[in-house]
């Protein structure tokens, strides 16, 4: 799918955007444990937790409802069932390393992979720590999907983790639910800690002391009443927007912002960008409000490395294009997982800022855009990663003309509505070819 994009007079209005990616695929995920049923509202429409959804299903877990708001059943830690066939994970990393840690405590075997997006991601990450834990993995090369999980009784491990990574945290604290005893995880850097807030929400024992996070086995896991806050990921493609975008005023409504998530909020403001939150409420213990923003005739520009990089990662995209017309530029280091996402974002990024004329030096670990740079329109390849396809609908708006997205139909995987609510906030009808 092609989306064709004009310019746009300004970006203004009030949106509410789908429920955040992390946390709707952690809340299915422990409701299936606990015991009871668990409703969760504006669960996100995206296809990657729909794919979790999927998998659960195929496991046994019976659910209700079809849109946002769900009811997951869910029948204590013991009660998924060997699913008839593959499980599909789709294009979601985090479905197949998550679930991967609570497959690996079951009485049965299964095999879960994905599209051929997923099947280039590397899962050595999650196979050490749960080999060490007692499972047998099984992978394509040894390293690639699909998986194919034995199922064992674990042992409680106390691991380190080599890299930062949320996903891999949340894959070995799943397990540590199955084992008896404590497990511990320690990161390199405090990576998103909504598993943390979830666990304790739904009663499992977890202390956290500094970059140590500690679970205590075979918990009883009560069913909750969870409501998922609007995804920060998805509002800075917006924001970003909106800063661009001279006129722009803009409200974002009901948005997560997990002091572990929101770094973004600060960089930008750093930057110069006007940003206001007018109130924070705790919600299922995740901080939550609505946002403001309007465009700012100049934005600093500024460096992302170290552990900023990793609480940056996925907004790195939009960044890009905002250090593209910022005074000073943006550099980005300590990014190599960038390459290995839902394609290689620092080839795909680099690559699409200069079909644009934008000028941008290529690293290793990361890349430099200088700044004061035009924005030209241009045909933008989304290399079938939903952030590039987004980061660059959002650089077309301040394209010098008509800019064309392909592999549009990529954004569907975090926000199927994203097309929509931007031709409704930039006033003009975005044609799908
Ligand atoms: C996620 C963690 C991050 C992030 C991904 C979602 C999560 O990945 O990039 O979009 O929900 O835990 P890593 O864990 O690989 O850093």
Not at 340 to 349: C, M, P, V
Request: charged share 20%; net charge negative.
């Amino acid at each position: 799918m092609q989306q064709h994009i004009c310019p746009a007079s300004s970006l203004t209005g009030t949106i509410t955007l789908p429920g955040d990616k992390s946390i709707s695929h952690r809340y299915a995920m422990i409701a299936s444990l606990a015991e009871g049923a668990t409703r969760i509202s504006n669960y996100s429409t995206g296809a990657d937790c729909r794919s979790t959804l999927g998998c659960l299903r195929s496991l046994g877990i019976e659910m209700e409802g079809e849109g946002t708001d769900i009811v997951i059943h869910g029948k204590g830690l013991d009660a998924l069932q060997a699913p008839s066939g593959d499980l599909d994970a789709g294009n979601s990393g985090s479905t197949i390393r998550m679930l991967s840690g609570i497959l690996a405590g079951q009485r049965f075997a299964s095999r879960i992979g994905g599209d051929e997006s997923l099947s280039r991601r590397p899962m050595q990450r999650i196979m050490r720590p749960l080999a060490a834990m007692g499972s047998r993995i099984r992978a394509r090369e040894d390293q690639y999907p699909p998986l194919e999980i034995e199922g064992a009784p674990l042992q409680p491990i106390d691991y380190t983790l080599p890299v930062a990574s949320a996903q891999v945290k949340t894959c070995v604290l799943f397990a540590g639910l199955l084992a008896e005893g404590e497990t511990s995880v320690t990161e390199p850097v405090r990576s998103r800690d909504h598993t943390e807030i979830a666990l304790r929400e739904f009663g499992a024992e977890i202390t956290v002391e500094r970059q140590r996070i500690t679970i205590a086995g075979r918990p009883k896991l009560s069913a909750r009443e969870l409501s998922v806050p609007s995804d920060l990921s998805s509002a800075a493609f917006f924001l970003v927007g909106a800063l661009l975008v001279p006129g722009s005023q803009l409200t974002i409504v009901g948005v997560g912002l997990n002091p572990t998530r929101s770094a973004l909020l600060d960089f930008l403001s750093a930057m110069g960008a006007r940003i206001r939150i007018p109130e924070l409420e705790s919600r299922n213990g995740e901080l939550v409000g609505d946002l403001t923003v309007e465009h700012s005739s100049s934005v600093r520009g500024g460096t992302i490395e170290g552990s900023l990089t990793a609480a940056l990662i996925d907004e790195i995209p939009v960044l890009a294009v905002l250090g593209a017309a910022s005074e000073e530029g943006l550099t980005v280091r300590d990014a190599s997982e960038l390459r290995i996402k839902e394609t290689d974002r620092i080839r795909s990024i680099v690559d699409n800022l200069g079909r644009m004329g934008v000028r941008a030096e290529e690293f290793p670990d990361g890349f430099y855009v200088p700044g004061r740079q035009k924005l030209r329109a241009a045909e933008f390849d989304s290399y079938g990663d939903h952030r590039i396809a987004m980061a660059f609908a959002i650089a077309a708006l301040a394209c010098d003309g008509e800019s064309v997205i392909h592999g549009a139909e990529s954004a569907s995987v975090s926000f199927p509505e994203f097309w929509d609510t931007l031709s409704r906030l930039a006033g003009q009808t975005a044609a799908t070819r």
